[in-house]
């Protein structure tokens, strides 16, 4: 990964996709594995052996109450909110489930790990979370794990053997198909964008990233990528960085990619305060409520996401599941209440389903 030692990072590829000489690798060294071109293209998923982490003298819990605390990246934004309405409603259903949501105001990692701690040791039966980073969150999981404590993942993965499960809302490489086959349709074969992400060691959006150039390079060869920028999950600053790429690369600029739910609505607002809407294509993923006064009025046509209230509702399931003992290594499904049974995918991933693009003929269907 390319950085600088200011905020203003990213990677430049002069030359286009198709003659870049080094993968934008997402701080890490998976494999990416891009879709078909075509319409529809899904992957064939290998069953992998189970590679998730297991707790250390766990109680039997089978049928019985437990207490669960979610620790997203950040409270205070809509799309954790719609996560958090989704866990409550899994545990009204199930009606066996106590879950609160409690974490940084900030993605801040320092800060999750605290909470993640303090809740350790004031002793739940389970906890929840979406890491800011996969590597550095990995200790106090494992922590978790040593006190006989369940750990579910959702959004953002950690380490496999730190977490039993992850809840994955889209594979990676259909999120990197849908958000790049929707800007080539808006800004043509050889169009140029860039991209705002909140940082480079966020997880899920780091992996998005690599497959969405990975999939660029095999089937849109001859769009441009100009640069990438970090946004801290920060509004004003998501605003300032888009603004920013509007000015300094003018009229070659076509769109803008946001991976996170303020870089979206925030770069719309940057293309809408310049009078660019119609000239500067705006794909990104966020929930519908805060992209809908964009969509009405033309200046972003496309946005890419799963429904977050779902993936709530799909890690309190889960978590339900494990402590139930109904949720094994080896498993293949795992029934998830309303949602139905869920496939199991690489190794111990729970997977939701395909992503979902929001536009002008459906978005006033959805509230969140």
Known sequence: MLKTATTVAGLCLV?????????????????????????????????KPYDGGAPTGAKDLAGKEITLVDVPKLIGIGYFAATTQGMQEAAKELGNVNVKTDGPTEANIDDQITFLDNFITQGVDGLLFAANDPVAIAPVLKKALGQGIHVVGYDANSQPDAREWFVNQAEFNGIGKSMVDAMAAEIGEDGSFAIVTSTFTTPNQARWIAEMQAYAEKCHPNMKWLETVEAQEDNI???????????????????????????????????????????????????????????AAD?????????????????????????????????TEVEAGRLGKLPIVNGSEVLLGAPFIYSKSNIDQFDF
């Open 15 to 47: 030359a286009g996709l198709a003659q870049a000489a080094d993968r934008w690798d997402g701080a890490d060294e998976l494999a990416v594995n891009p879709l078909g071109c075509e319409a529809g293209a899904t992957a064939t998923v290998t069953p």
């Open 237 to 295: 600053l998501s605003f300032n960085q888009a603004t920013t790429l509007l000015n300094k690369y003018g009229d070659e600029l076509k769109g803008l990619f946001g991976m996170t739910s303020v870089a979206t609505p925030a770069s719309a607002e940057a293309v809408t305060q310049a009078q660019l809407c119609g000239k500067v294509a705006v794909v990104g993923l966020a929930t519908p409520n805060a992209m809908k006064p964009y969509v």
């Open 299 to 331: 200046c972003v046509k496309s946005v890419v996401l799963w429904n977050p209230v779902d993936l709530g509702y799909a890690a309190v399931q889960v978590m339900r599941a494990v402590a139930d003992g109904k949720l094994q290594a080896g498993a």
